[in-house]
């Protein structure tokens, strides 16, 4: 029987902080929001920074757009649903079967499983939350990557045999 245990290493020297609401999301800056409504959890959608006060963040939505698509979505959103965009980290040549990495879908980033590895540009990830598998170019990948406590960690599955 095969159980799988993370296994979290820092990223040194990206994105520390010990102030999260001050003066790390500026106006500008890019960043990635996360949302509690049905169906989106788990997800990070890309946007900037429009405006910040205190603990509150007026953000812009880069692929999200209004109801009747005329402009970007906007929206307020707290210091607890908002990180700095992850480090630009090139991704490995290939991925590999059972690696957690974040996929790029419905205008946002998820976070998955590889669980198969069809050729070195094509992938079907796992979805824990949907309990789905689905097909992705390697384009549509990156590396997870964990913001916890104002600092970025690299995730990595470790299997044991038990």
């Known amino acids: 029987m095969y159980s799988a245990r993370r296994k979290v ?21 890019s960043v990635e929001v996360s949302s509690d409504a049905e169906g989106f959890h788990g997800a990070w959608f890309p946007a ?21 698509e005329t402009e970007p979505l906007k929206e307020t959103v707290d210091s607890l649903h908002i990180r700095p965009t992850p480090p630009a980290i090139l991704p490995p040549a290939k991925f590999k079967y059972l690696e957690e990495v974040d996929t790029y879908y419905n205008d946002g980033w998820w976070v998955g499983v590889i669980s198969k590895v069809i050729d070195d540009s094509n992938y079907i990830v796992y979805f824990r939350t949907w309990g789905q598998e ?8 990156r590396p997870h990557h964990d913001w916890i406590t104002g600092r970025w960690f690299r995730a990595s599955q470790v299997l044991e045999l038990e």
């Open 134 to 141: 689905i097909e992705f170019r390697y384009e549509d990948l």
């Open 9 to 29: 290493s820092s990223v040194p020297g990206v994105c520390s902080t010990e102030d999260m609401s001050g003066k790390m999301f500026q106006k500008g800056t």
């Open 48 to 68: 900037t920074v429009v405006k910040s006060v205190r603990n509150k963040f007026l953000v812009e939505y880069r692929d999200l757009t209004t109801d009747d």
